[in-house]
């Protein structure tokens, strides 16, 4: 059974950085297409960047771009990081880890089939 575990949400203040981490389990794949998702209170779930661990390719939405930086997580197949810089209020919200390992491509609009519980992340100013 696929398993998608997240951690290394918190608290932090603005300008500041943190760094999540998703780990992939019980799939037989050696890559995927694999995302972070966030959703803050009252708004709608929306993906802010993706990447295809077979090439490194990444997608990112424009509100996190120059700051966030998704990456493989060292020699791990199905496990990445998302570093996140000069955070600001706006990117408070719910962190989710998604993954999809049959795909016709790894973008936004990628239907991911399995997922994390989330972490939450929280920015004061």
């Known amino acids: 059974q696929v398993r998608v575990m997240e951690s290394g949400g918190g608290s932090v203040q603005a300008g500041g950085s943190l760094t999540l981490s998703c780990v992939v389990s019980?799939?037989?794949?050696?890559?995927?297409?694999m995302a972070w998702f966030r959703q803050a209170p009252g708004r709608p779930r929306e993906v802010v960047a993706t990447?295809?661990?077979?090439?490194?390719?990444?997608?990112y939405d424009n509100s996190v771009k120059g700051r966030f930086t998704i990456s493989r997580d060292g020699a791990r197949n199905l496990a990445v990081r998302l570093q996140m810089n000069n955070l600001s209020p706006e990117d408070t919200a719910m962190y989710s880890c998604a993954a999809v390992f049959k795909f016709r491509a790894c973008n936004p609009t990628t239907p991911f089939t399995d997922w994390g519980q989330g972490t939450q992340v929280t920015v004061s100013a």
């Open positions: 990447i295809w661990t077979y090439n490194g390719g990444t997608t």
């Open positions: 019980g799939s037989s794949f050696r890559s995927g297409c």
